[in-house]
């Protein structure tokens, strides 16, 4: 039997972090890439005595989350100590949530090559992050930087509703997407500020009973997620089919090798001891602290997707690129509020000339949309709409916009840009080219209708790329006789 005969069974475990000013029981930064312990103080750092002090934002974006998320939100949640040791966790605990979490039966709507699917969440709930250990392994010591001690996350778990390695990336896009148009994270994988682990296992086709599951950590890309789940199917399959039994483990995928290890053994919750929090009381929350949260969602990526398609006549492939920035998404509709034209050459501009720009510049979004505000844009558009300026000449003036802030017109007159498009003049130049390329008229009026292109070029060239591209071909196609 092969991979084919058996049925992957995934569920996901997200830890985002909150992007909020500090942390979540106390008054440290929260910024990244500081000094190691910069951003400590008492409580993170685990002191006798120190007390916590919630959050209020936490609690905020938790919500926020979970209503974008289509989950039920708990009135009273509990929190809990979560109790492991660990050299980068300064209490011996982590503050988290257990049996009453803030949030519970979401859902996620992804892509797939059968239609959508929806993947069921489990439950959403806030906890803080441990430090990080800093191996130098030349001298042989491990340091321990706790300025991400207490930074506040929220863990959402997905029900194991995912079969392939494909739809466990698309649901985590999807996933990243909402939180970052929320204002809630900021997507960063690299950085660990969005984190996932996945459990992992197999079943036979044609069975329902899932198999023994292992969880991998370390999967910091959508590359190596997609890897890692790929490479732990194909070696749980392979151990049952030797007549093993697969350990439930946690295991660490080493991309340079592209496989998964042995990490330690998996703990269940009772490994963890955990009990109520007794220094945190329970968060009580008011049924119109959730609906004023509600009243402020933004419309979500999916829906503005829909939209995009419905309302501007968009392909879902544009729509898609579109709105996966929520900035670029704005931006895009305000320059639509002010552009007549069409949108699907305002999308090829966003996707080519705007794109071009944020990659070769390293700026964002807000960076071109100071220097080329919507009117602007609709204005050079409209330039090219009307044939006075060619699109490569517009794509010039697009840069110097950006370089300068000035409006289209000012740039297209100072630059000499503007497109001939008098009739007079075209004919002549057209005369002219006819006249010094007679064999290659009468070889295109013999049925070498390929020349008609050679002759546009030439008619170009005379007139230093100026001229009105569809005016040039209409004249030629009248002079030489209304051949191609």
């Not at 840069?399 to 017109?409: A, N, Q, V």
Request: glycine share 8%.
């Amino acid at each position: 039997m092969s991979v084919a005969d058996f049925q992957a069974v995934i569920g996901l475990e997200v830890h985002a972090q909150l992007l909020t000013a500090t942390k979540i029981f106390c008054g440290c930064a929260t910024a990244f890439g500081a000094e190691p312990n910069a951003y400590t103080c008492p409580v993170c750092l685990g002191m006798p005595g120190a007390l916590p002090v919630l959050n209020e934002k936490v609690v905020e974006f938790a919500v926020r989350t979970g209503l974008a998320l289509g989950c039920e939100i708990r009135e009273t949640s509990v929190w809990a100590r979560k109790n492991y040791f660990y050299p980068d966790l300064p209490k011996g605990y982590q503050i988290s949530q257990y049996d009453l979490p803030i949030c519970e039966h979401g859902r996620i709507t992804i892509d797939t090559p059968e239609g959508e699917k929806t993947i069921r969440v489990r439950r959403i709930h806030m906890e803080e992050d441990a430090g990080k250990n800093v191996h130098d392994a030349a001298a042989g010591l491990t340091r321990v930087d706790l300025n991400r001690a207490g930074v506040p996350l929220l863990e959402i778990v997905s029900e194991p509703d995912l079969r392939t390695a494909e739809e466990a990336a698309e649901y985590l896009k999807q996933l990243r997407d909402i939180l970052v148009y929320l204002g809630v994270n900021d997507g960063n994988l690299e950085e660990g500020s969005f984190r996932c682990d996945a459990n992992v296992s197999v079943m036979r086709r044609g069975t329902s009973d899932f198999g023994t599951r292992t969880e991998l950590k370390n999967l910091n890309s959508f590359r190596f997620i997609r890897q890692a789940i790929d490479y732990e199917i194909a070696r749980q399959v392979e151990v049952i089919e030797s007549g093993g039994a697969v350990v439930q483990e946690t295991r660490l995928y080493d991309p340079d090798r592209g496989e998964t290890r042995p990490m330690r053994s998996k703990e269940e919750a009772h490994d963890y001891r955990y009990f109520p929090d007794p220094d945190l009381p329970p968060l009580r929350l008011s049924r119109a602290f959730i609906e004023q949260v509600r009243s402020t969602l933004p419309e979500l990526p999916r829906a503005k997707q829909a939209r995009f398609v419905a309302e501007l006549a968009l392909p879902a492939y544009d729509a898609r690129v579109l709105t996966a920035d929520r900035a670029l998404a704005e931006y895009f509709e305000a320059c639509v509020s002010v552009y007549a034209g069409d949108r699907k050459k305002l999308a090829n501009w966003f996707m080519g000339e705007v794109a071009r720009l944020m990659n070769e510049r390293g700026v964002s979004v807000s960076d071109v949309r100071e220097k080329i505000p919507p009117a602007h844009f609709a204005a050079l558009l409209g330039e090219i709409d009307k044939g006075a300026i060619s699109n490569n000449a517009a794509k010039e003036v697009f840069s110097e916009m950006f370089r300068t802030g000035r409006e289209p017109l000012g740039i297209i007159s100072e630059k000499g840009l503007a497109q001939i498009s008098d009739l007079g003049a075209i004919e002549q130049a057209v005369d002219e080219i006819l006249a010094k390329n007679a064999d290659s008229v009468a070889s295109y009026r013999a049925g070498n209708q390929k020349l008609l292109g050679f002759f546009v070029g030439q008619v170009m060239k005379a007139m230093k790329g100026k001229g009105n591209p569809q005016r040039v071909n209409e004249v030629l196609r009248k002079k030489l006789g209304g051949q191609g």
